[in-house]
């Protein structure tokens, strides 16, 4: 047919990985994070496998609209809460919760015209320093929010900057615990870091993202080895052709491989212009009819070199998997120094995905 590259989706792994955060998490509600187009899987296919979920986290009003037109009813989160105050007519409409992090969007509650109060997470800086209000400013902003008659419930949240270390949660903690000194509100902290390693942060709502789609929150694949979260994307394509090296040979651009001895090389139909990472260097694994062997220089736009001295059998056609079952992303992408999240939201909008 065409071009042997593809994605595909295993959905029934969505639905397990759903159940293993349900497991570390069981008096948590959830939040499924699926914000980034369902880090690059497509909101659209995959949300259904995860409907047991008790609400969707994501961005922007696209994607909160194209799941309630989708005919999802239940709770969606804007993470970011809204940018501009125009947008508060659509929170409304399509019953939104969104997190308020700014002053701005305080006043911007306090004049809007709606329907019924919406339902607010007040965001607490916890350390990071990306959005949120300090602690020492959270008392007033929950004053002022309680006090408008458009504001619904509100939950206190905050975001952890290093929850895949052992203590990373602590100092957060204690910032989140002064923010919420004299307050009663629900809470939702964890992230999938925080959801898998730390329960003391699991409060009312947890927000599990990479962990749904089988990868590492710690960019480590052995760290979540034993939870039995599987990878829900697989990336493959086919040897399309084959090189016999003679020692000395160079390969692809710049030469950055070169044989020491008589070698016998696949050439892959993928690249970088599939997603697959350009930083990927010589010995990045990848895996052929089962077999693991490595990459060889450097990747071009459209394909690869791989080795095949460890799977002489291999020949044009056969099946190579880039990431996926056998292939960790998180293997690829600690080759190329970047995360599975990096990966997987850059899969290429030229990839075929096929959904099983
Ligand atoms: C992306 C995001 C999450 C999910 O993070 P993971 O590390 O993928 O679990 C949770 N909360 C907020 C605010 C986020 O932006």
Redesign the pocket.
């Known amino acids: 047919m065409s071009r042997p590259t593809g994605a595909t989706l295993t959905l029934s792994a969505l639905r397990h990985n759903l159940r293993v955060v349900r497991q570390a998490a069981p008096n948590s509600h959830v939040w499924s ?1 699926v ?1 980034a187009n369902a880090y690059g899987h497509g909101i659209a296919r995959v949300w259904q496998s995860l409907a047991e979920t008790d609400g969707f986290a994501l961005l922007n009003m696209e994607e909160a609209l194209l799941l309630r037109e989708q005919g999802w009813k239940k709770p969606i989160l804007l ?1 970011e809460g809204f940018f501009h105050a125009d947008e508060l007519a659509l929170i409304d409409r399509y019953r939104l919760t969104t997190s308020v992090h700014s002053n701005w969007q305080i006043k911007a509650l306090a004049t809007a015209t709606l329907s019924a109060p919406v339902d607010i997470y007040l965001k607490i800086n916890s350390g990071m320093n990306r959005l949120g209000f300090r602690p020492e400013q959270a008392h007033a902003a929950w004053e002022k929010l309680r006090a408008l008659p458009n504001v619904g419930e509100i939950t206190l949240m905050a ?1 952890f900057a290093d929850a895949d270390n052992a203590d990373g949660v602590t100092e957060p903690m204690q910032r989140i615990a002064q923010a919420a000194e004299g307050l009663t509100c629900p809470r939702s902290l964890a ?3 925080a959801t898998l390693w730390h329960p003391q942060t699991h409060g009312d709502w947890v ?5 749904l789609y089988g990868a590492s ?1 710690s960019g480590n694949w052995q760290d979540i080895a034993s939870t039995g979260l599987q990878p829900v994307m697989t990336l493959s394509s086919e040897i399309i052709g084959i090189q016999q090296l003679s020692p000395g040979d160079g390969v692809g651009y710049g030469y950055r491989y070169r044989a020491s001895s008589a070698q016998r090389i696949g050439i892959v139909a993928c690249g970088y212009a599939d997603g697959y990472p350009r930083h990927a260097p010589t010995g990045t694994p990848v895996c052929v009819e089962g077999v693991r062997t490595r990459t060889l220089g450097a990747i071009s736009m459209d394909m690869m070199m791989i080795d095949l001295e460890p799977c002489p059998q291999a020949g044009i056609g056969s099946r190579v998997e880039l990431w996926g079952d056998q292939i960790k992303i998180d293997e690829v992408a600690q080759a190329a120094g970047t995360v599975g999240y990096e990966l997987m939201c850059a899969l290429a909008p030229r990839v075929p995905v096929t959904v099983i």
């Open positions: 994070v914000k993470l975001h992230n999938s870091a927000r599990p993202g990479i962990i929150p």
